[in-house]
């Protein structure tokens, strides 16, 4: 399984951007795709995550009412949608595939075994 992120930039606060992750190979592997954000000097933080099927969603407490996960089914390409972004949310942001096939969504990075490259996301006030 490989992910392909993009879809990072400069932004204005305020603004708004969506990033996409592409998913290829044994895609089936696949049972959750988490968003994961790194700051500068900063741990890596969750910040959403889609079911595989697309229907279900969770989000991190930095990420509610602003962002959206969503997923292209017939692309296997997941989508975080980013509104109202301000200089906090500025960061490298992955997405992240979990094997496991799991009752609840899975918060820690360690969780999950397939990485996407990162995409740089730079919002300026």
């Known amino acids: 399984v490989q992910l392909q992120a993009s879809g990072g930039g400069l932004v204005q606060a305020g603004g708004s951007l969506r990033l996409s992750c592409a998913a290829f190979?044994?895609?089936?592997?696949?049972?959750?795709v988490g968003w994961f954000r790194q700051a500068l000097g900063k741990e890596r933080e969750f910040v959403a995550a889609?079911?595989?099927?697309?229907?279900?969603?969770k989000y991190g407490d930095s990420a509610k009412g602003r962002f959206t996960a969503s997923k292209d089914n017939a692309n296997n390409t997941y989508y975080l949608q980013m509104s109202s972004l301000n200089a906090e949310d500025t960061a490298v942001y992955y997405c992240?595939?979990?094997?496991?096939?799991?009752?609840?969504?899975?918060?820690?990075?360690?969780?999950?075994?397939?990485w996407g490259q990162g995409t740089l996301v730079t919002v300026s006030s």
């Open positions: 992240a595939g979990d094997r496991v096939r799991r009752m609840y969504f899975a918060l820690q990075p360690s969780s999950y075994e397939y």
């Open positions: 190979g044994r895609v089936s592997n696949i049972y959750k």
């Open positions: 889609i079911s595989g099927g697309g229907r279900d969603t």
